[in-house]
């Protein structure tokens, strides 16, 4: 199943907001419904916003080809509707870099990004397995944090294509879903995926991390990432650096699984990065709160980085 395609001149999309009571599909015709699909999380995760992005753009291109202005703008409203995952702006603007072409050619790049993004997860799951199994020897119980399976992709996804890679070869000896705060990305979309994969696993709510490693209940970590620096530094969900400190003290591997359009060789650090705040309304109804969607996970910290292409290995010095 595809979670994101281009189909009959619009974008089609699981509302991942509807999850895991309702699968629902969304239908996205206009660029002001995409722009809201990816502010409300209807979309999310780094590489199928990738693809929102460039569809998104490719819908503009089809609707506002003759409006040079107008469509200059929907390609800007577009690639800032959020500002971390670096996939979203790469993938609008690489689409936009076609609109000289004409929506045709614009459709057919948008199409590419989408065809990368499912090649370059099956290419994660079977790396990114073999690598869990050298670093923990066989049946590892992994603890992962938001979403990164299908939904946050296209199909299989990035660290929850390992998971569900492990499994598949019955390789696998247990899962610690972290639940996400506030939007609990873990608990609704990852034990969702993890349901239909006939896949174990327990929720835990994200505090609990660090001291299920500590009590000897998890092999190693394994998660995706927004963005991932120059120097290493991974950008993801917030929860993301709490489960490498826990990981660091117990001694555990902390491998991040996300395809080369996730890596930023034009941010040189975390500190650059542009982490979206999403505001109070998301943490509590009456009082200010502090609501960062995203944390930097320092390069030290992280042992490997697997992509479609490559296995980094940080703690040997490897660069990105
Ligand atoms: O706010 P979200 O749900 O879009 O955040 C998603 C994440 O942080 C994921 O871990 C990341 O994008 C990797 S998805 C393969």
Known sequence: MRTIDWVDGAVEIIDQTALPDELR?????????????????????????????????ALAARLHHAEPDRLAQAVREIETARPTAVNLARGARRAAGKLPQGPTAVLAEACAIRDEEIAASEAMAARGADLMLELCGDRPRLLTHCNTGGLATVTIGTALGVVGELHRRSALAGVIASETRPLLQGARLTSWELARWGVEFRVAVDS????????????????????????????NKIGTYAHALGARRSG???????????????????????????????????FAAANPAFDVTPHDLVTAVVTERRVIRLDRGEKV
């Open 25 to 57: 599909m969304l239908r996205l015709a206009t660029v002001a419904e995409v722009v809201e699909a990816i502010q409300s999380l209807s979309v999310r995760g780094a590489p199928a916003l990738g693809v929102a992005g460039a569809f998104g753009v």
């Open 208 to 235: 609990a991390g660090p001291f299920l490693m500590a009590r000897g209940e998890v092999d190693a970590v394994i998660l995706g990432a927004d963005r991932i620096c120059a120097n290493g530094d991974v950008v």
């Open 252 to 286: 555990l591997p902390f491998v991040v699984v996300a395809p080369e359009s996730t890596v930023d060789h034009d941010t040189p650090g975390g500190a650059a990065v542009d982490i979206e705040d999403r505001g109070a309304a998301e943490v509590s109804a009456t």
